[in-house]
């Protein structure tokens, strides 16, 4: 079987060198390939491929653009950066992906889903379904990763990832890392709400928008309310109303 694989990060195409000859030993490897402008010119050439792992970031842009250059009647499984949260669209798709860093258990699922696939001769990706996961992968890319901090006569890079959460006193809106450094921010905490991947930060209330790494535990609190605690831990206590209760244990347990 001739695989292709598009992917520019070598860590990830060395993983699945050495991973095909345990999952797929009839697996031959005829192209590595890690930009959009290469695959589109080796794809116009109509390769003779059995399957194609394709990046959805490479090193000159989104995967996706390949599609709008030339077509691809070649079997995908997609390979992405990305948390689960972040690809539901691909659960519902008759296509895979794979997470990195890459899993032998993963990788042979999705092969023997493609092989149940190809043997009902079942297409991989309808036009339909390409569309969908492109508008998830978008949205997903939209969320802020990063912050760009003003700090005296400084800017301060600091990830999304690294703040425990966000907090607004006196109309100032700070936010706390895990390393528990204070950083006050130019956005409101409505902005920054919008801004935040929804899977990995809620707005508990008026006051606090938290991370999902941050809550440590949950408590039963008056009237039906939620009592969080963070790590670190903020001075005020961070309170979920009763009318939020619910809709915050299917946040928190991935329902969305």
Same mark, same amino acid.
């Given at each position: 079987?001739?695989?292709?694989?598009?992917?520019?990060?070598?860590?990830?195409?060395?993983?699945?060198?050495?991973?095909?000859?345990?999952?797929?030993?009839?697996?031959?490897?005829?192209?590595?390939?890690?930009?959009?402008?290469?695959?589109?010119?080796?794809?116009?050439?109509?390769?003779?491929?059995?399957?194609?792992?394709?990046? #959805?970031?490479?090193?000159?842009?989104?995967?996706?653009?390949?599609?709008?250059?030339?077509?691809?009647?070649?079997?995908?499984?997609? #390979?992405?950066? /990305?948390?689960? /949260?972040?690809?539901?669209?691909?659960?519902?798709?008759?296509?895979? =992906?794979?997470?990195?860093?890459l899993?032998?258990?993963?990788?042979?699922?999705?092969?023997?889903?493609f092989?149940?696939?190809?043997?009902?001769?079942?297409?991989?990706?309808?036009?339909?379904?390409?569309?969908?996961?492109?508008?998830? #992968?978008?949205?997903?890319?939209? /969320?802020?990763?990063?912050?760009?901090?003003?700090?005296k006569?400084?800017?301060?890079?600091?990830?999304?990832?690294?703040?425990?959460?966000?907090?607004?006193?006196?109309?100032?809106?700070?936010?706390?890392?895990?390393? !528990?450094?204070?950083?006050?921010?130019?956005?409101?905490?409505?902005?920054?709400?919008?801004?935040?991947?929804?899977?990995?930060? =809620?707005?508990?209330?008026?006051?606090?928008?938290?991370?999902?790494?941050?809550?440590?535990?949950?408590?039963? /609190?008056?009237?039906?309310?939620?009592?969080?605690?963070l790590l670190?831990?903020?001075?005020?206590?961070?309170?979920?109303s009763?009318?939020?209760?619910? !809709?915050?244990?299917?946040?928190?347990?991935?329902?969305?």
């Open positions: 079987m001739k695989i292709a694989i598009i992917e520019d990060e070598e860590r990830a195409v060395q993983q699945l060198k050495s991973l095909l000859p345990q999952t797929l030993p009839a697996a031959d490897v005829v192209a590595v390939i890690d930009t959009v402008e290469e695959s589109v010119a080796w794809l116009g050439n109509s390769p003779a491929v059995d399957l194609i792992f394709l990046d #959805i970031h490479l090193a000159d842009g989104a995967c996706f653009s390949i599609f709008q250059q030339c077509k691809i009647e070649v079997p995908i499984i997609f #390979i992405t950066a /990305y948390d689960q /949260y972040a690809i539901k669209a691909f659960e519902v798709n008759s296509i895979d =992906y794979l997470l990195k860093p899993r032998k258990e993963r990788l042979q699922q999705a092969l023997d889903k092989q149940r696939l190809n043997d009902r001769k079942q297409s991989l990706l309808p036009e339909q379904q390409l569309q969908q996961i492109t508008r998830e #992968i978008t949205r997903a890319s939209s /969320y802020k990763r990063h912050f760009l901090i003003p700090h006569d400084r800017l301060i890079p600091v990830q999304a990832s690294a703040f425990a959460f966000f907090e607004i006193k006196g109309g100032i809106v700070r936010g706390i890392t895990f390393d !528990k450094k204070h950083w006050l921010l130019e956005e409101s905490l409505d902005e920054l709400t919008d801004l935040l991947h929804p899977e990995a930060f =809620y707005r508990a209330n008026r006051q606090f928008l938290v991370s999902r790494k941050a809550i440590k535990e949950i408590e039963h /609190y008056f009237n039906g309310r939620f009592c969080l605690h670190p831990n903020p001075e005020e206590p961070v309170l979920v009763k009318a939020k209760a619910g !809709k915050f244990r299917e946040w928190m347990q991935g329902i969305m």
